[in-house]
């Protein structure tokens, strides 16, 4: 087991309905020592794409974005989550449909911080059923900009995301990788990696 599929294992709780809680550590406590492993772990894993900027999306993805924009040295720019319809200004707009809160939040972020000479690593904290990654990708893509990566923390193997993502040609990294877990005994299954 790697360092995050350790802490999860240790520290992660299995809840019904396909949730795994790690507010403990990851999504509100923060380990910021883990959060660097991770960043570091990242910054190997994507070693020599051009990768200039880091895209995430509020709120649970901002913690993890901005420790890894350290190792690559570019900013962070954050996907805010907005239930207006009418919004107001120059911005990109993705409907993003959430797994936790089972609602639909249209995402924005400025014209003035993505555009096409941008080469955009995204991160985020959880991939279930990509709802969210798909998002963040059509921003990066009404932008004209490159998706370099996409680096999740965890993936819930089980659900769709990881297989629609990859199947869409993008290089995922996910640092730990779910394949099954039980409510009932708390057992988490990590993916060999
Ligand atoms: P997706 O859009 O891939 O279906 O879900 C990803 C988003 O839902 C992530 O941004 C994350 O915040 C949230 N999420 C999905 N599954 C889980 C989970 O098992 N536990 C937690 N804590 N968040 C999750």
Redesign the pocket.
Known sequence: MNFLEERIAKDGIVKEG?????DGFL?HQMDIELFNSMGEEFKKRFAGKPINKILT?EA??IGIACVAAIHFGVPVVFAKKSKSINIEGDVYIAE?E???HKCKNQVIVSKKFIGKDDHVLII??????????QGLISIVNQAGGTVEGIGIAVE?GFQV?GHLIRNLGYHLESLAIVDAMDASTGKITFREQ
């Open positions: 396909n949730v795994l809680k790690v999504n999306i649970s993805g993003v959430s797994f936790t985020d904290d959880f991939l279930a059923n990509g709802c969210a990654l819930k995301g």
